[in-house]
Antibody
Framework: QVQLQESGPGLVKPSQTLSLTCTVSGGSIGSDSPFWSWIRQHPGKGLEWIGYIYYSGITYYNPSLKSRLTISVDTSRNQFSLNLSSVTAADTAVYYC????????????WGEGTLVTVSS | QSALTQPASVSGSPGQSITISCTGTSSDIGGYKYVSWYQQKPGKAPRVMIYEVSNRPSGVSNRFSGSKSGNTASLTISGLQAEDEADYYCSSYTSFSTFYVFGSGTTVTVL
């Protein structure tokens, strides 16, 4: 059974960079499971797709975040990461990592999510 | 691009059937078969219930079914049970640069 686990600071100061890592177990980041994604949910709100990374390192970003966003992958560690720069209170959210299935067109496995609060 | 439009809430009695609608455009729901539905219970991660309009992943009850007509997708829950109380989100691939868009979410209440 594939499992995903997010890790990283729960509190980030405004203007700093939010960094999270997703560790995958029970499966491998590779050609059989190539699409991996970050999704966030603002408190009490709906879901927002952040971006995708293909196992080769190709990325697809939500245009609204693209200028501040970097998603990277480390297949040797079975991890992928999110860096979001110049954060504000509007970036406070629960951040989920997920596996994209069927060529990435739906999210079949999700991490439990981690709350990141942006505050001084 | 705006989120897909869902009713804020839907309710039903145990045993009844309910349907949640999800309205988009020809650039997302109407143009592709890549519509999926997610169930989210409080404090938990979303769980996929339907993918590619009408397919159920292994382990999902056959009480859940999906369909699409034009720019609107629908999720039907038949034989409603207390455990079905949750928020439900639709999503779709979109030809806009956002690539992937979610619905606004619907809270299902079992009376």
């Amino acid at each position: 059974q594939v499992q995903l686990q997010e890790s990283g600071p729960g509190l980030v100061k405004p203007s700093q960079t939010l960094s999270l890592t997703c560790t995958v177990s029970g499966g491998s980041i590779g050609s059989d499971s190539p699409f991996w994604s970050w999704i966030r949910q603002h408190p009490g709100k709906g879901l927002e797709w952040i971006g995708y990374i293909y196992y080769s390192g190709i990325t697809y970003y939500n245009p609204s975040l693209k200028s501040r966003l970097t998603i990277s992958v480390d297949t040797s560690r079975n991890q992928f990461s999110l860096n979001l720069s110049s954060v504000t209170a509007a970036d406070t959210a629960v951040y989920y990592c997920a596996r994209g299935d069927n060529s990435g067109y739906y999210f079949g496995y999700w991490g439990e999510g981690t709350l990141v609060t942006v505050s001084s | 691009q705006s989120a897909l439009t869902q009713p804020a809430s839907v309710s039903g009695s145990p045993g009844q059937s309910i349907t949640i609608s999800c309205t988009g455009t020809s650039s997302d729901i109407g143009g592709y078969k890549y519509v999926s539905w997610y169930q989210q219970k409080p404090g938990k991660a979303p769980r996929v219930m339907i993918y590619e309009v009408s397919n159920r992943p292994s382990g999902v009850s056959n009480r859940f079914s999906g369909s699409k007509s034009g720019n609107t997708a629908s999720l039907t829950i038949s034989g409603l049970q207390a455990e079905d109380e949750a928020d439900y989100y639709c999503s779709s691939y979109t030809s806009f640069s956002t690539f992937y868009v979610f619905g606004s979410g619907t809270t299902v209440t079992v009376l």
